[in-house]
């Protein structure tokens, strides 16, 4: 029987220079793709746990044996011009397939538990949107029961802007709102995490 949740989840490919290129800039390609690496397999064995079905979207193309189990990972590939409209796209895909409720993170949160997660689709019996502010200003989680296309536009994605201006296109009456995390993108980030501290200067 098909789950009412889905657990949508982006990545970016595996690849040096295409991966955590902020991180990469302060710590070298290097051990910026191995923190990455790291954070793919906590998301994906954080995400098992999730009680949703599943769909990995990939920036480049499908990576077969990777951390993602395929029996437990439908995969596909990001569609569209900007990080905007590739959420988009991902959104309207699963409510065309009768989702009731989609919930989208990344794959660069340690800070984050299925517990959480499955909070947040709690949330979403009661609210249309859920969403959890980052602490640079973006947003790790989103959830709807309905596309809201608005919130896909016009925005300046990876930027401290995008939480704020995400939250004027939503009706504040029926969203709610996480508590605020840390994502990996910088050295200051990864000062937060001591589990990460062993991957600098690989």
């Known amino acids: 029987m098909k789950n009412k949740n889905l657990l949508l989840i982006f990545t970016k490919n595996p690849i040096p220079g295409k991966c955590k290129t902020r991180l990469a800039k302060d710590i070298g390609e290097n051990s910026a ?23 990995i979207y990939y920036s480049e193309n499908i990576e077969k044996n990777d951390y993602f189990e395929e029996d437990k990972f439908r995969k596909k590939i990001q569609n569209g011009t900007d990080l905007g409209e590739r959420m988009h796209n991902a959104f309207q895909e699963g409510f065309t397939e009768k989702y ?19 909070f947040a689709f709690k949330q979403l019996e009661k609210y ?8 640079d200003g973006g947003y790790y989680l989103l959830g709807m029961q309905q596309l ?13 802007s995008v939480f704020n201006e995400t939250m004027h296109n939503l009706p504040k009456e029926e969203t709610a709102v996480l508590a605020i995390k840390n994502d990996i993108d910088t050295l200051e980030d990864i000062d937060k995490e001591s589990v990460l501290q062993k991957f600098i200067n690989l």
């Open 128 to 135: 249309k949107y859920v969403i959890g502010p980052a602490q």
């Open 148 to 160: 809201h296309p608005t919130i896909f536009k016009n925005k300046k994605w990876s930027s401290p």
């Open 33 to 55: 793709l191995e923190i990455y690496r790291y954070l793919l397999q906590h998301t994906a064995n954080m995400a098992q746990k999730v009680k949703a079905d599943k769909y």
């Open 100 to 118: 009731s409720q989609i919930i989208i993170i990344g794959s660069d949160m340690l800070d984050i538990s299925a517990q959480e997660i499955n």
